[in-house]
């Protein structure tokens, strides 16, 4: 059974920063690794994700604030989130994907609000 790890949430004001952190158990470099966010009163979305080969994908309303990267020596996912806002607030999930099968962490909460 994989698992997976998520920290790095908290309470920022909007325009700040925050970084993410995911760790992942077994063999993280293989894992397509992923983040979806699930707002108040939302359902859970697509945020970014990153392939074992590095390449990455980003939701729309993301794109320019966040990136994604990965440390496959620390078996870490990592989001780099900037210039957040009020919409951003979120609990954000990591997910490791291989061969068909999704393994889930239990989130981390973003809140941003002045």
Do not use: H
Not at 7 to 31: H, I, K, M, W
Not at 46 to 65: A, L, P
Not at 67 to 84: E, F, G, P
């Amino acid at each position: 059974q994989v698992q997976v790890v998520e920290s790095g949430g908290g309470l920022v004001q909007p325009g700040g920063s925050l970084r993410l952190s995911c760790v992942a158990s077994g063999s993280f470099n293989l894992y397509a690794m992923n983040w979806y966010r699930q707002g108040p009163g939302k359902q859970r979305e697509f945020v970014t994700s990153i392939t074992s080969g590095g390449s990455t994908n980003y939701r729309d309303s993301v794109k320019g604030r966040f990136t994604i990267s990965r440390d496959n020596a620390k078996n870490t996912v990592y989001l780099q989130m900037n210039s957040l806002k009020p919409e951003d607030t979120a609990l954000y999930y990591c997910n490791a994907f291989l061969s068909g099968r999704v393994y889930w962490g239990q989130g981390t909460q973003v809140t941003v609000s002045s």
